[in-house]
């Protein structure tokens, strides 16, 4: 087997002696045991979890799970969504993490598109699901539920204790897990890779013990993503091999649940999602703040607001702080990073932030250039265009639409969707994704702008529309803006059109964060088509 194999992990990092301690924000939702007082544990330590992915996979062994089975996994967001990918590639099963957060009637299409064996999921995945007329048990041949009965599921009293077989092993080829994309502009794609791609591309990159941006023996790391994505499982494979001290890991992104957590566990090293980076200012700049021993700080997934990173990394008491923002998809893993200091992100006064500059490839593992996006021709660097990836870690493919990873790839190059410039010294400068652009600008240079100048901003979406001016969106603070302080603030941007109000909690976002943006259109817009043609999402 190899080490970094989900099926036996946790076995391998036991024998090695790992003495890496995990401290959860909650009890795992695979541990619901009501009469083992052992459920409620926030702390395991690798010996206890390997025990716990081997039961686990018994349940699904005693399911009739075998080899090349799919499972699918919908729930609450936990870090026992990677257990449970654990616990099927130890069947040699095939793990299809899908996010609670997702509507009901999207889980739907995702499951009809999976065809899985097993569902495993709670009464209240469930339940929700059927308030909205979907029953997503009827997708499946069997459903697992791990918080009590449910009806047309399995109760997972049935299933505790079965034996399960020893640890499959499989060829590295097959698909190894399934993770969907995050669905900013529509329905997710369902995302396969095997152990090829996850494993040898990109998860033992970064199990490697790099200078300064690794994990450290004596640091606590602490984790806060959404675990159904395909990070959660690349995460801890590379973390964990690495044997921190102390793993925190976060579920929730409110200020008031992760707090107590940090405070109990100072972190060393951080990494989350750029949204749970945004609520946890307020946290940062206060003066005994839990973030004053972090020497390191990650973001996946998005590029985040410049006022976002001085907050944080002036919260450090460290000397010299690191921010690592990490750029890819979940088709390709991480394409490009860039560090940032203090001195990098100093507010300057200049309409260019430097966090939408993400930097240069990964060396050694991707590839970019830019082309037009109708001829796919290579533009001039300094020249906007359609940023291409070429990288061996590439998906396997699309679950359920089988053309459309043919449809974005050509003679070995990746249509990313993001627009963007390629620098005169191999810097990526990101624009928009293609369907969010408008003519001669940039959304998300323009929203970075207004959360500079304007800093009771919580969240600004620009939305371009083919005829008519963008439209700003707005979270604030108070629920309020300041005409007069925004008409300074645009006062030398594009023109925009008024903005449009909106409470925090009527944002829709996916399960990272990130803002669909298509909802809003669908609110606002009325409707009206954008500028980008769509044909790269």
Not at 29 to 42: K, M, S
Not at 207 to 220: E, G, H, I, K, Q
Not at 287 to 303: E, G
Request: charged letters at 25%; a positive charge.
């Amino acid at each position: 087997m190899k080490p970094l194999d989900p099926g036996p992990f946790f076995d391998v990092l036991a024998d090695r002696g790992t003495g890496t301690l995990v401290h959860l924000s909650r009890p795992l939702d695979i541990a619901t045991d009501a009469t083992d007082a052992a459920d409620a544990r926030t702390t395991y330590d690798i010996e206890v979890l390997a025990g716990l992915v081997a039961e686990a996979a018994g349940w699904l062994a005693g399911l009739g799970v075998g080899p090349g089975d799919r499972v699918a996994v919908i729930k609450p967001n936990h870090w026992d969504y990677v257990l449970l990918a654990c616990a099927a590639a130890r069947l040699g099963a095939v793990p299809a993490l899908i996010s609670g957060r997702l509507p009901a009637e999207t889980q739907q299409v995702l499951l009809k598109r999976l065809e899985a064996t097993v569902l495993v999921t709670t009464s209240d995945t469930l339940a929700a699901a059927r308030e909205a007329e979907t029953d997503l048990t009827a997708f499946v041949r069997r459903t697992l539920v791990l918080d009590g009965p449910a009806p047309g599921a399995v109760d997972l009293a049935d299933v505790r204790g079965h034996r399960p077989p020893p640890p499959v092993r499989r060829p590295d080829g097959v698909p190894l897990a399934i993770m969907h994309t995050s669905g900013t502009t529509g329905v997710p794609k369902l995302v396969s890779h095997t152990a090829t791609t996850l494993i040898r591309r990109i998860a033992a990159a970064e199990a490697r013990r790099w200078p300064v941006v690794s994990s450290r023996r004596d640091d606590t790391v602490a984790q806060a993503t959404s675990y159904a994505h395909g990070r959660g499982l690349a995460w801890t494979l590379s973390v964990f091999w690495l044997a921190p001290r102390e793993v925190v890991i976060l579920d929730r992104f409110e200020p008031q649940h992760v707090e107590p957590v940090l405070r109990a566990h100072p972190p060393t090293a951080l990494e989350a999602t750029p949204s749970a980076f945004v609520r946890w200012q307020s946290l940062a700049a206060a003066p005994d703040n839990p973030f004053r021993d972090v020497r390191l700080f990650i973001n996946t997934f998005d590029a985040i607001h410049p006022p976002t990173v001085r907050t944080f990394l002036a919260a450090t008491r460290r000397r010299l702080p690191l921010w690592v923002q990490v750029w890819g998809q979940s088709e390709t893993g991480p394409l490009t990073f860039r560090c940032l200091t203090r001195r990098s992100v100093r507010a300057s006064g200049q309409r260019h932030p430097t966090t939408r500059d993400l930097g240069r490839p990964v060396p050694g593992k991707a590839r970019l250039r830019v082309v037009d996006p109708e001829t796919l021709q290579p533009v001039r660097r300094g020249r906007p265009g359609l940023v291409l990836a070429r990288t061996r870690a590439l998906c396997a493919g699309y679950v359920g639409e089988p053309e459309r990873l043919r449809a974005k790839s050509a003679d070995g190059w990746f249509a990313t969707g993001d627009l963007g410039v390629m620098t005169p010294s191999g810097r990526l400068l990101l624009l928009d994704r293609e369907v969010d652009t408008v003519p001669g600008g940039s959304c998300v240079e323009l929203e970075d702008v207004i959360h500079d100048r304007l800093p009771d901003v919580v969240e600004a979406v620009v939305l371009g529309r083919a005829s008519g001016l963008p439209l700003p969106v707005l979270v604030t603070r108070d629920g309020t803006v300041d005409r007069a302080a925004w008409r300074r603030a645009v006062a030398d941007l594009p023109p925009l059109g008024e903005p449009a109000l909106l409470p925090a909690d009527q944002l829709p976002l996916t399960a990272t964060g990130k803002v669909r943006r298509q909802e809003l259109r669908d609110r606002f817009l009325d409707g009206a088509p954008p500028h980008g043609t769509g044909r790269w999402t």
